[in-house]
Nanobody, 125 residues
Framework: QLQASGGGLVQAGGSLRLSCAASGLINFSIYTMGWFRQAPGKEREFVISIAWKGDGTSTADSVRGRFTISRDNTKNTMYLQMNNLKPEDAAVYYC???????????????????WGQGTQVTVSS
């Protein structure tokens, strides 16, 4: 029900835009949405989240100032704009959706009702 796309290979300092399209979710606009990532040998970690109205976000310190999240509830789609990418940003990125949580709560709980399949981001140095 969540389809992530937009990953690829980029040089350090470059940019990528990920998308997450939701299908089959009843009332996409009530879900808080977020991005998580998992690098080889590491645990899945929170990246960034956005509240259902789009008026609240929470951002991991490691990406603050470089990554921006947005959503278009008319298209049932969420976006992640990644700028100034670093080699340590390389990972599989997963989008997620959760109800009844704020953007900050999603960050703290690491919980989601739905997960996307992941899209690979590779950053060359």
């Amino acid at each position: 029900q969540l389809q992530a796309s937009g990953g690829g290979l980029v040089q350090a300092g470059g940019s990528l835009r990920l998308s997450c399209a939701a299908s089959g979710l009843i009332n996409f606009s009530i879900y808080t949405m977020g991005w998580f990532r998992q690098a080889p040998g590491k645990e899945r970690e929170f990246v960034i989240s956005i509240a259902w109205k789009g008026d609240g976000t929470s951002t991991a310190d490691s990406v603050r100032g470089r990554f921006t999240i947005s959503r278009d509830n008319t298209k049932n789609t969420m976006y992640l704009q990644m700028n100034n990418l670093k080699p340590e940003d390389a990972a599989v990125y997963y989008c997620a959706a959760v109800r009844y949580q704020s953007a900050l709560q999603m960050r703290n709980s690491l919980r989601a009702d739905y997960w996307g399949q992941g899209t690979q981001v590779t950053v060359s140095s």
